[in-house]
């Protein structure tokens, strides 16, 4: 088998990585196959096992192979996983969503906590809330980002019939509707894996890691008002924060 010729312009390993990518693009190893040996690679496209170790990383990242060691490198998909990317310049940015992004709820009932709620609410067992549940999506493309589960205190039901619901963070519905500003926020962040429920409202796989982040805001009274939990799919959401220091003194 001849060798591909790799572009000079870019650093060996990423150059492979392309070539590696368009072959899995083309068919020539298919989804659900074993890639060749890494002596098998080395040979064929005479590179060091450095770099070709460096490019199956690339692709690996990139959600087109799945390795694992001591296991053949299997390919999982033809084309790179799309991610959602959300950047944030200040903390108030972090509670919520841009604006190319809705959401549609197929929940809305009122409900009382049990003890496994009363823990993620962090309210008493028994206590009254409104519960939404939705797909929040991009506007264009209708992509899937997430689903969340949002829990507020009754009085605040009626801003589901809202013409704005869907397009805007129900904190800022509350606060604009109800005037109960945010004093506080606690905002929790973790890895964890989706149920069978959450997984098949997301249109995933069973049991797949999500990034779940629980937001709790606080009034002026510190009363807590409203709590969302939401699950974003593994390798579809990446959560960019970039702070800069105050001139201030």
Known sequence: M???KLSERLPLYKSLANTLEQRIYNGDWPVGSLLPAE???CRDFESSRHTLRHALQILQASGLIYRRQGAPTK???RQR????TQSFNSPIDILSYSRDTYRKNLVEEYIELDQSLSLIVKAPIGSSWYHIGGMRKRQQSEEIIA???I???PQFASLTSDPEHTQVMVYEQI???YGARIERAEVD???APASSEIAAKLNIKHNPSCLVIIRRYFDDQDKLFEVSVTHHPESKYVYSMEFKASSEI
């Open 2 to 4: 001849g060798s591909p």
């Open 39 to 41: 002596i098998d690679l």
């Open 75 to 77: 390919v999982v998909s």
């Open 81 to 84: 996983l799309r991610r959602f």
């Open 147 to 149: 689903w969340t589960d």
């Open 151 to 153: 829990y507020i205190l």
């Open 175 to 177: 606060e604009k509707k």
């Open 189 to 191: 962040v973790y890895a």
